[in-house]
C-alpha cells in the first residue's frame, strides 16, 4: 500500500467438507458436443446480465469466448460442462476442473427467470458430486465475502476457509 497497490478484489475460498451431497441429476447434463457447449456459452452469458445488482463479475462474454476458444482448440481436458434444464431449455450451467485431486468448482450460474427455484444450488451441488466420482479430495469454489454468491454458497455448505487478496498499483 505504501508503494500505490490498493486491494481491487477479495477472493474468498469455500471449501465443501461434507459428504457427497445427494443431487437429482435427471435436468442436469454434461456437455459432450460442439452443439451443447454452445448451449451452455450462450446460458453462461446470459447468467450474467449487467442490469443485474448481485452481478459482481459483470458481463462474462470475453471470458466465455475464451472457453469456447480453448474448448475448439481441444484444451479442456481437466474441464468438464454441465447443463440444467427445465422444459428442454438450458437455464443453469457450472463447470468442473479437476486437476492433482483437487476439484474446482466455478462458472455456475442461472438466467435471470429461473432464480430462486434451486437450479444454481443443484448444478452447484452436482459439480461437488461429480468432484468426488472423479477421486478429488478437495472440493472447492472461490467467490467475494459480502456478495449474494459468497451467502448463497454458504448457506449451501460451503466453508470459508482463507481469503486471497488482489493488489493492484493505481495510474
Known amino acids: 500500500e505504501e508503494k500505490g497497490y490498493k486491494i481491487s478484489a477479495e477472493d474468498c475460498w469455500m471449501f465443501w467438507n461434507r459428504e457427497i451431497p445427494h443431487v437429482d441429476n435427471s435436468v442436469i447434463t454434461e456437455v459432450k458436443s460442439d452443439e451443447d457447449f454452445n448451449k451452455w456459452i450462450e446460458t453462461f452469458i446470459k447468467s450474467y446480465p449487467k442490469e443485474d445488482p448481485n452481478n459482481l463479475y459483470r458481463e462474462q462474454t470475453k471470458f466465455a469466448m475464451l472457453l469456447k476458444k480453448l474448448w475448439n482448440e481441444g484444451k479442456t481436458g481437466k474441464d468438464r460442462y ?14 468442473l476442473t479437476s486437476d492433482n485431486k483437487m476439484g474446482y468448482i466455478s462458472a455456475i450460474g442461472s438466467i435471470p427467470p ?10 452447484s451441488l452436482y459439480c461437488v458430486k461429480e468432484s468426488f466420482k472423479q477421486g478429488n479430495k478437495i472440493h472447492f469454489l472461490a467467490t467475494e465475502k459480502g456478495h449474494f454468491p459468497f451467502d448463497f454458497y454458504e448457506r449451501m455448505g460451503f466453508k470459508h476457509e482463507f481469503t486471497a487478496y488482489l493488489y493492484t498499483k493505481s495510474g
Do not use: Y
Not at 427455484?117 to 448444478?123: L, S, V, W, Y
Open 114 to 123: 429461473v432464480r430462486g427455484r434451486g437450479f444454481g444450488k443443484k448444478i
Open 82 to 95: 454441465f447443463l440444467t434444464f427445465e422444459d428442454n431449455n438450458p437455464v443453469a450451467v457450472g463447470r
